[in-house]
């Protein structure tokens, strides 16, 4: 303690303001329980990314983000003054559209369209996937969100972190934050929510079904493939061409083989500075005034909802192609028609060879797994289309 004395004199030479001023500046002084509380929420984000390895690339920079903008006086992220790092990287990335178009442009150099080319009709199972999308705008609307804001979270139904950003943005850039972070969360639950869906809607006899070796795609076909989806998406659903021609523009620098090195840095150096910059932009709009509001809980509540109501979609659709289909199919893979790739063509891989050691259903996944990132673009765009 500072004897009465030495305080007068300190006081009388001016320190005393500045060691007045040097504790109203102290973060400890200043903290609040909802800081506090943000704070713990983005230290269990970096746990679950850390421990459980929940898209552990996107849920350690989302978790640093809600840390560093809920950190009081340290000004990381100011919209009202338009200051602060965070502020800056999320101005010039996320209101911009940049960096989900830039991910999207990774994710196409990143996938391997041949298993959808090889089996065209499981482009079908990734349409019915997204069904969740749009039964959780009716839903959304019902609960009292607004007809923007109800198409920013059943786009959470695809299973797409970047599209779920792309239309958050455009459409309820207010609730972003709650939006982007459920969206990732489930993506990254997929091995939890999904296998009792599955469970529940098929038998195991079907679960063991053994699918036909898929055909060889010739390199004509692979630089064929995203050219002729660009066009038709321009030609067809233009509010999607964002989306779709930067994913389609990366994949065909894979497929074309004359341009390694720019494919390797989308599939890399650029995916994954754009990954840093884009979490840490998305945890900082996850202030303690955004979270704890009942429209939070609604748009977690309702995200889950989307992806469940998602994945039975896909199953169904299997269980009646299974019921028409020439070749053996087995009903599982209509659960990868989700975009979370390829986690949920792993899950399919796991409770088949579950069911069966010997039955390998990862590659046959693979084609609605790759079609449900198409199909969530294309429903995402759909929804900016007519809701804007």
């Not at 800056?88 to 999207?104: D, E, M, N, Q, R």
């Not at 028409?324 to 790739?341: K, R």
Request: proline share 6%.
């Amino acid at each position: 303690m500072i004897p009465f004395p030495t305080l007068l004199i300190v006081q009388q030479n001016g320190f005393g303001a500045m060691f007045g001023k040097y504790l109203a500046s102290l973060g400890i002084l200043n903290i609040g329980l909802a800081d506090i509380t943000m704070i713990i929420i983005g230290l269990v984000l970096v746990w679950l990314g850390i421990s459980k390895k929940y898209e552990p690339l996107l849920l350690i920079p989302i978790g640093v983000g809600v840390i560093l903008t809920n950190a009081p006086i340290a000004g990381m992220f100011d919209p009202n003054e338009q200051s602060g790092v965070l502020y800056v990287i999320h101005s010039s990335g996320i209101k911009t559209l940049i960096f989900p178009l830039v991910i999207f442009l990774g994710i196409g150099a990143l996938t391997d369209f041949g298993p959808l080319i090889a089996n065209p009709k499981s482009a079908l199972l990734g349409a019915a996937a997204q069904l969740g999308i749009f039964i959780t705008v009716v839903g959304a609307v019902l609960l009292g969100f607004d007809l923007k804001a109800a198409g920013a979270i059943g786009v959470i139904g695809g299973a797409d972190g970047p599209t779920s950003i792309y239309t958050a943005q455009i459409l309820a850039p207010d609730l972003l934050g709650p939006i982007a972070i459920a969206a990732y969360s489930y993506m990254a639950m997929v091995p939890i929510i999904q296998p009792p869906i599955i469970l529940l809607f098929t038998t195991k006899a079907e679960r063991m079904i053994r699918m036909e070796q898929l055909r060889h795609v010739s390199k004509v076909e692979k630089i064929v493939f995203p050219i002729s989806v660009m066009l038709l998406c321009i030609l067809l659903a233009p509010s999607a061409v964002p989306l779709i021609g930067m994913m389609m523009f990366g994949n065909l620098l894979r497929e074309c083989g004359v341009t390694h090195r720019l494919s390797d840095t989308a599939q890399n150096e650029l995916i994954n500075v754009v990954t840093i910059f884009l979490g840490l932009a998305v945890g900082a709009t996850l202030s303690a005034e955004v979270f704890f509001k009942w429209s939070t809980i609604g748009i977690f509540v309702l995200g889950v909802f989307a992806f469940s109501v998602s994945t039975t979609g896909g199953v169904l659709l299997g269980k009646l192609m299974m019921r028409f289909s020439h070749s053996p199919l087995n009903p599982m893979i209509g659960a990868a028609g989700v975009s979370a790739v390829p986690m949920a063509a792993r899950v399919v891989q796991k409770m088949g060879h579950d069911a069966d050691p010997h039955n390998h259903l990862i590659m046959h996944a693979m084609g609605p797994n790759v079609a449900g990132v198409i199909g969530s673009a294309i429903a995402a765009g759909v929804l900016i289309n007519l809701l804007r």
